[in-house]
T-cell receptor, first 113, second 111 residues
Framework: GENVEQHPSTLSVQEGDSAVIKCTYS??????FPWYKQELGKRPQLIID?????GEKKDQRIAVTLNKTAKHFSLHITETQPEDSAVYFC????????????FGAGTQVVVTP | SQTIHQWPATLVQPVGSPLSLECTVE??????LYWYRQAAGRGLQLLFY??????ISSEVPQNLSASRPQDRQFILSSKKLLLSDSGFYLC??????????FGQGTRLTVV
């Protein structure tokens, strides 16, 4: 089955700086990689995703890059703001079912003013 | 548009008591449905998934069970709760092009 590793576990950045979170996956057949943001006590919310036929996708201050050869993908947040503080999870689908997700362990991002 | 409802939002139950959490989806038919659990400060773990009425697959051995009595209803149950069952339980459904839309979650504390 799929194994997803996520680093770092915590990330502290100054407001306005960039944040980068990295994930690796094990199954070379995986073809969809979502990122979720979870605020304290709330459900995870999908913030961006990428499919295996593209190498990069951007949505305002958030971007995701994918390297299929190396089997890793990254989340980039630019010009961080205090409201970006949350736990971020990467995920990859287990290939036998589209909706079964294997999640990374999460990254606690703290943006300090 | 599709919506997913999950209740209750919070629950405190004594050890050994039964459990029933309900999840319903609106605006779609024959969805794939999932139950995830998140222990405090941890990632999400897939517990069960269902591709149709009466069809349940369990991902991890545990004290819980799931049922799908109707197309858009998914229920998580236990006959006797353990302390280790405490956590944040999330129901999710997947669409044709995107997985992982989560309900609001139920925070379960077993005391």
């Amino acid at each position: 089955g799929e194994n997803v590793e996520q680093h770092p576990s915590t990330l502290s950045v100054q407001e306005g700086d960039s944040a980068v979170i990295k994930c690796t996956y094990s199954d070379s057949a995986s073809n969809y990689f979502p990122w979720y943001k979870q605020e304290l006590g709330k459900r995870p919310q999908l913030i961006i995703d990428i499919r295996s036929n593209v190498g990069e996708k951007k949505d305002q201050r958030i971007a995701v890059t994918l390297n299929k050869t190396a089997k890793h993908f990254s989340l980039h947040i630019t010009e961080t703001q205090p409201e970006d503080s949350a736990v971020y999870f990467c995920a990859a689908p287990l290939t036998d079912s589209w909706g079964k997700l294997q999640f990374g362990a999460g990254t606690q991002v703290v943006v300090t003013p | 548009s599709q919506t997913i409802h999950q209740w209750p939002a919070t629950l405190v139950q004594p050890v050994g008591s039964p459990l029933s959490l309900e999840c319903t989806v609106e605006g779609t038919s024959n969805p794939n449905l999932y139950w995830y659990r998140q222990a405090a400060g941890r990632g999400l773990q897939l517990l069960f998934y269902s591709v149709g009425i009466g069809q349940i697959s369990s991902e991890v051995p545990q004290n819980l069970s799931a049922s799908r009595p109707q197309d858009r209803q998914f229920i998580l149950s236990s006959k006797k709760l353990l302390l280790s069952d405490s956590g944040f339980y999330l129901c999710a459904w997947s669409g044709a092009t995107r997985p992982g839309f989560f309900g609001q979650g139920t925070r379960l504390t077993v005391v």
